[in-house]
Each structure stands twice: as C-alpha cells, then as structure tokens.
C-alpha cells in the first residue's frame, strides 16, 4: 500500500514498498540524462548518495534507504540528552560527506559536483552513525567549473549552525529555562540596586 512521507508546494514524497518516489510540482529542468550519467559516476565511486531507479524532470524513483535521518538523531541522542561527544559524531558525519564530495572535485575532470541542500533533514544514517546516505538527489548538480573555494551549500544550514550554537550555550550555562530566568533577573536587580547606590 502506498503511503504518502511528505507534501508541500515543492513536491511529494511517496513509499511505495520498495521504493521512494519523488514528484516534482515544477519540473527539474537539469534532471537530463547527462546529469543521469555523472549521478551515477558518483554514486558508483562514493555509495554517498541514493540509488536512482527512474528518473524524470518531474520525477524521481528512488531506493528505499534504512535508517535515522540525522536530524532526528540529533534531536534524540545529542541535543535532549546534552551529549557533547554526541554533538561531536554529528559534526564528523557532516564533514566526512563534505570529505566525498572534496575528493570528488579533487580529480581532474570535466565536471564537479556539489549538493544545493546538505542540511541535516537530508542525510540518512544508522544508530551508529557510522553509514551515511545524502538525500534529495536533485539537489545535486554537476558545473564545469570547480566549487573548491568557494562551496555555497556550506552557507545554506543556517539552521544546522544555530542548532549546534544554541546546543553549545545550553551545556555551558547548564541550561534549565527557569533557573536562566531567574538567574537573568536576579543579575539585573542586583546591578540595577549597585547603580543606585
């Protein structure tokens, strides 16, 4: 039976058992069959990327990947649980997959890669953080020119950034909402009765 994952103004996530399909709202207009060509080059070389069974600019037939998606790990086994090394194990997986596509681009070539979208929500893992699987097969796109300096994904996780910041603050301040308040008002009065005086 086939389930609906996820809807929005963009596309459609669909499990059909075996597979993950994929439809486009708009068509993709750089999903052809050479940018085909270099996904599956790529995902031969590095398995850091999903198997695509079909493709079209306005859908796309995916495996079916086990596993946790990082965002939510994150949420489970670092943030809530204040786990610094955990913290720690989600910034390798980051960098390990920023390694792939390092090494990729590294090569002389005719065409580089680099993903639109590298956030957290778009990688799979398992409970050991130990495989990882980037999603979102059409954000990967395939230039002619080399992004070694200069990667615009690494600038496009705000979100992931803030998370980890917010994470960071909560450890050092050992963070409970109600004592920082109090203890935020109890600063503010003792200096406010120290200017009095």
């Not at 493709?55 to 809530?80: H, Q, S, T």
Request: overall charge neutral; hydrophobic content about 35%; some cysteine.
């Amino acid at each position: 039976m086939n389930k609906i994952l996820r809807t929005n103004n963009y596309h459609t996530v669909e499990d059909i058992g075996d597979a993950i399909v994929k439809t486009f709202k708009r068509p993709k207009r750089h999903l052809s069959y050479d940018w085909y060509d270099w996904y599956k080059s790529f995902y031969e070389e590095t398995k850091v990327c999903c198997k695509i069974l079909e493709f079209k600019p306005y859908r796309i037939v995916m495996e079916k990947v086990e596993g946790v998606m990082l965002d939510e790990w994150w949420n489970l086994y670092a943030c809530n649980k204040q786990n610094v090394y955990n913290v720690y194990k989600v910034l390798k997986v980051k960098n390990d997959i920023e390694n792939v596509f390092y090494n990729w681009n590294s090569k002389k070539q005719d065409m580089y890669v680099h993903h639109s979208d590298l956030a957290f929500y778009n990688i799979i893992t398992d409970n050991e953080l130990s495989k990882h699987i980037v999603l979102e097969p059409e954000g990967f796109h395939f230039t002619p020119f080399e992004y070694h300096d200069f990667y615009m994904h690494i600038f496009s996780h705000l979100r992931d950034f803030s998370t980890i910041g917010h994470f960071a603050r909560n450890i050092q301040m050992n963070y409970n909402p109600g004592e920082f308040r109090e203890d935020r008002k109890y600063k503010y009065l003792h200096n406010h009765e120290m200017i009095k005086k």
